[in-house]
């Protein structure tokens, strides 16, 4: 309804036209005049409300909140877990059954890279070569000598934190780890080291998985549970094997199986293989990967990184051009982490929602097969023993994957510890409001994740320690080697085996200096390498770009080749010191136009 004018204005009807004057008639149009301007007014603010409350009500009838200013990703990730996410999760016991409610922490910290394997396979060797110094609680030895989780952090200066005051501390991630008590917490710290690797990322060394006897022990604490906390929130796990020691414990399946839901993330190292020869290397990996194969039951192969982590010599070098590639590819990966945060964030609130979804879609279905007054705890049991076929119906009524669904037998054992009277039914506005989020929110943040990367520069992020030794210098991966060898020569590379190319270069009639494309290709097919190869090479030799080769690029395409079939691979653009002695007015055309 309009609102109710203070005053009205009236224009008089009762009194004789004869007795006005010209002033009370100027007057009284002037009053007329003045209500019909009010009435519009009042009519074009209803139009602007109704248009407003219009452009804010969803095509269902509930009323659309004003947008939130996001200021990034992560910003924005804290907001739709906070709005949408969580209140669906605390009506249903979310956190009872799966996954603690998440913080500001969790989304602000660095990228996690969780380390796991048995005893005396390098983890913590690892760690320290990658920062290239001693962090604080650091033991290495044959036996197991880290006997507790270790966050190594980034601080201006070195110290520790031991795992109680570690978990009441607001501004860091592992306030949630308190769950699991104090016998854990006694083995739980955090290393603060100075070193610019640890800038960019966090490393969590765990205790080395028991073997034998020893697996029997109990360790006063879920380990598993904990690894599965980790697995949750890091952005990388590296499976740590020995060459020496393949077989899977027990305890290390139960720990693996605990990663599982993660596979993404999942790293596999074989490391001290410079203690065998490349034959016995070979059958150490078709061993790992036939281990592996009845573990991880996923159809992909497993990415496994092969090489010797540390700083002393290695015990066999023949592998050593493995090696060396092996740890380019890993420092690569870890490169990536800083980069693909936000995005890997994204990914694992989406896992989260959705996991959160059928969790809703389970308690309200046991809510309502309970009675209302007689039965309960026949019916309750009842219904945890079926509750493979009630996951089979949430399944057909919602059209949702299988893969979705937690695991059956967890689930079930954690229903029996539940009061199924406290369960709520369904509330479909909570999941429309999670559904909206998936279908339209998450793709605003996804453009702002592309735009966030256009703005990044191509350099890596991770720096320092081991890192910098995948840096431009006589001992970088690559350096002096394929289209990189010569480049610190006062000569042309090339020229040392020319007087082999002239020869076949004057066997194929040049013509005016220069040889055709149609003669080159006569002998190039001879090196049996793929045309598409063949015509790259082409183009990098072909220099001045007209279409032919001079005895000069001929020898340059020659030594593509044989670059080639040394199994390098070939330049994107042909670098500085590979340009004939007579083009090298091409490097800088300018200068050699006189323009300089």
């Known amino acids: 309804m309009p609102p109710k004018m203070n005053r009205e204005i009236a224009i008089p009807t009762g009194s004789p036209t004869e007795h006005w004057t010209p002033s009370r008639i100027r007057c009284h149009k002037s009053a007329k005049s003045h209500n019909e301007d009010l009435k519009k007014s009042i009519h074009t603010a209803q139009l602007f409300l109704t248009i407003t409350m219009l452009r804010w009500m969803r095509s269902d009838g509930s009323v659309r909140k004003e947008p939130e200013v996001i200021s990034s990703v992560v910003d924005g990730l804290k907001k739709l877990y906070r709005n949408t996410i969580l209140p669906l999760e605390e009506q249903y016991k979310f956190h009872e059954f799966h996954s603690p409610q998440l913080d500001d922490p969790d989304f602000d910290a660095k990228p996690m890279i969780l380390l796991v394997g048995q005893y005396s396979t390098g983890k913590t060797t690892f760690i320290r070569y990658l920062i290239e110094q001693d962090f604080p609680g650091m033991r290495i030895g044959p036996e197991p000598t880290t006997d507790g989780f270790i966050a190594i952090m980034g601080a201006d200066q070195e110290g520790v934190i031991p795992g109680n005051a570690l978990v009441v501390d607001p501004k860091r991630q592992f306030r949630k780890l308190s769950k699991f008590g104090n016998n854990f917490l006694n083995r739980f710290q955090c290393s603060l080291v100075n070193s610019p690797v640890l800038d960019s990322v966090t490393f969590v060394d765990t205790p080395g998985i028991l073997s034998g006897e020893k697996q029997r022990i109990d360790r006063g604490y879920e380990f598993t549970g904990v690894l599965e906390w980790f697995a949750e929130r890091v952005d990388r796990i590296v499976l740590l094997f020995d060459a020496h020691k393949l077989d899977i414990s027990d305890e290390f399946r139960r720990a693996i199986e605990a990663l599982r839901g993660h596979d993404d993330k999942i790293r596999i190292v074989l490391n001290k293989a410079d203690m065998v020869d490349h034959q016995q290397l070979m059958r150490v990996y078709g061993a790992l990967m036939w281990s592996l194969g009845k573990v991880l039951n996923t159809p992909e192969v497993a990415r496994v990184y092969i090489g010797s982590f540390w700083d002393h010599p290695l015990h066999n070098d023949s592998n050593r051009r493995l090696f060396e590639a ?117 793709a605003v943040l996804m453009n702002m994740i592309s735009m966030e990367e256009s703005r990044q520069t191509q350099d890596p992020i991770v720096k320092g320690g081991a890192f910098d030794g995948l840096t431009k210098s006589p001992f970088g991966v690559g350096y002096g080697e394929g289209a990189n060898a010569g480049q610190d020569a006062p000569e042309w590379i090339v020229g040392k085996d020319k007087y082999k190319y002239d020869e076949v270069f004057y066997l194929l009639n040049p013509v005016d200096g220069k040889i055709t494309g149609a003669a080159a290709k006569q002998e190039m097919i001879k090196s049996k390498l793929p045309n598409s190869v063949l015509g790259k090479i082409w183009k990098l030799a072909d220099v001045d770009k007209d279409g032919m080769l001079d005895v000069e690029e001929w020898a340059l395409a020659n030594h593509l080749i044989r670059i080639k079939l040394e199994g390098n691979e070939l330049p994107t653009e042909l670098p500085t010191h590979l340009y004939p002695p007579s083009k090298t007015d091409k490097i800088y055309p300018r200068m050699g136009n006189g323009e300089g």
């Open 326 to 442: 092996e740890e380019v590819d890993l420092f690569r990966d870890i490169q990536s982490l800083p980069r693909n945060a936000a995005l890997r964030k994204l990914n694992d609130l989406i896992k989260r929602a959705r996991l959160a979804k059928v969790h809703a879609y389970i308690i309200s279905a046991l809510k309502k097969e309970m009675p209302a007054v007689f039965g309960k705890d026949s019916k309750k049991k009842e219904l945890i023993d079926n509750l493979g076929q009630i996951y089979a119906q949430i399944q057909k009524e919602h059209n949702i994957s299988p893969g979705d669904f937690p695991n059956l037998p967890r689930m079930q054992e954690s229903l029996r510890n539940q009061n199924f009277e406290k369960f709520h039914v369904l509330n479909p506005k909570l999941i429309q409001r999670v559904d909206r989020m998936l279908a339209e929110e998450i």
